[in-house]
T-cell receptor, first 114, second 116 residues
Framework: NAGVTQTPKFQVLKTGQSMTLQCAQD?????MYWYRQDPGMGLRLIYY???????DKGEVPNGYNVSRLNKREFSLRLESAAPSQTSVYFC?????????????FGPGTRLTVL | AQSVTQPDIHITVSEGASLELRCNYS??????LFWYVQSPGQGLQLLLK??????LVQGIKGFEAEFKRSQSSFNLRKPSVHWSDAAEYFC??????????????FGAGTRLAVHP
């Protein structure tokens, strides 16, 4: 049981390049999330998928797209990377089935856009 | 709108001293509240959570937190800090619904340094 996995761990892009961040969970969770973490700002929600086949915008969705490929996988795409997207990106998942649920986080992807 | 404030950006304590990290939230209804810890270069790990019931919540690694509705606070405490507790700590609030919750709102974090 690997939990939540993310690839790649590190990435450097040039302005205007595109890339996709991959996330997978093996806990049979329904909901998945993408956050970005910037110094002094905590984690901010980019997009989330409450269940397979649905996606919704979070707090900072501009410049990103997502795909909920199946129940296990939720990818984040940067179509034209900008220096403002330099950040650490975390994927998370949750069941949820009741009020005791917890979000489980992946190890993160550190992205630098030059 | 929901929000979370962690007033202390950085705290330094001596090993063995007690610790209290502050968290204030803004939310109209009863919130779901969480504390997460992030060690350098790592993802987030849940320390404890409050959904309902007893307002004093026990978590892992000897941490506890107390929910005070009148003060809109959920402060994290530990009676004796260990050097391994040096990390960044995040408070978060979620809007609940009958099936659980969907979104977490995080505070900016408090970075804890521990002196030997």
């Amino acid at each position: 049981n690997a939990g939540v996995t993310q690839t790649p761990k590190f990435q450097v892009l040039k302005t205007g390049q595109s890339m996709t961040l991959q996330c997978a969970q093996d806990m049979n969770h329904n909901s998945m999330y993408w956050y970005r973490q910037d110094p002094g700002m905590g984690l901010r929600l980019i997009y989330y998928s409450a269940s397979e086949g649905t996606t919704d915008k979070g707090e900072v969705p501009n410049g990103y797209n997502v795909s909920r490929l199946n129940k296990r996988e939720f990818s984040l795409r940067l179509e034209s990377a900008a220096p403002s997207q330099t950040s650490v990106y975390f994927c998370a998942s949750i069941l949820p089935t009741g009020h005791t649920d917890t979000q489980y986080f992946g190890p993160g992807t550190r992205l630098t856009v030059l | 709108a929901q929000s979370v404030t962690q007033p202390d950006i950085h705290i330094t304590v001596s090993e063995g001293a007690s610790l209290e990290l502050r968290c204030n939230y803004s939310y109209g209804a009863t919130p779901y509240l969480f504390w997460y810890v992030q060690s350098p270069g790592q993802g987030l790990q849940l320390l404890l959570k409050y959904f309902s019931g007893d307002t004093l919540v026990q978590g892992i690694k000897g941490f506890e937190a107390e929910f005070k509705r009148s003060q809109s606070s959920f402060n994290l405490r530990k009676p004796s800090v260990h050097w391994s507790d040096a990390a960044e700590y995040f408070c978060a609030v979620a809007q609940g619904f009958s099936g659980g919750y969907n979104k977490l709102i995080f505070g900016a974090g408090t970075r804890l340094a521990v002196h030997p």
